[in-house]
């Protein structure tokens, strides 16, 4: 299967790969691609924490607990990728948000 990512989604890709970080699409994205469908909502994760999120793709709004950082989408500008640090599958009470 030939997946063709857009430029901005590749962009992210190869900055983590240089700086040496894991990276990863995840989320709806990878299900809509399986499923033949278009898509402009990316999620990513990754083995760096927010803040080296930050130094990789400048610009970036970090502000919770979840350890997300949301970066400009130039596709679709209204709904931003989504770059969030592995989490441990352990101590979710509602097996979704950690405690």
Excluded: C
């Excluded at 190869?14 to 970080?21: H, L, T």
């Excluded at 990754?46 to 949301?70: D, H, Q, R, S, W």
């Amino acid at each position: 299967m030939k997946i063709d990512l857009p430029l901005s989604v590749k962009d992210i890709l190869n900055k983590f790969e240089k700086s040496g970080f894991e990276i990863y699409i995840v989320g709806g994205a990878v299900r809509d691609i399986l499923m033949g469908r278009l898509t402009n909502d990316w999620d990513f994760t990754t083995n760096a924490t927010p803040e080296e999120i930050l130094k990789v793709v400048p610009g970036g709004l970090y502000n919770n607990e979840f350890g997300t950082v949301f970066t400009p989408n130039p596709d679709n500008p209204e709904n931003p990728h989504e770059i969030t640090t592995y989490r441990k599958e352990e101590g979710y009470q509602d097996f979704r948000h950690p405690d």
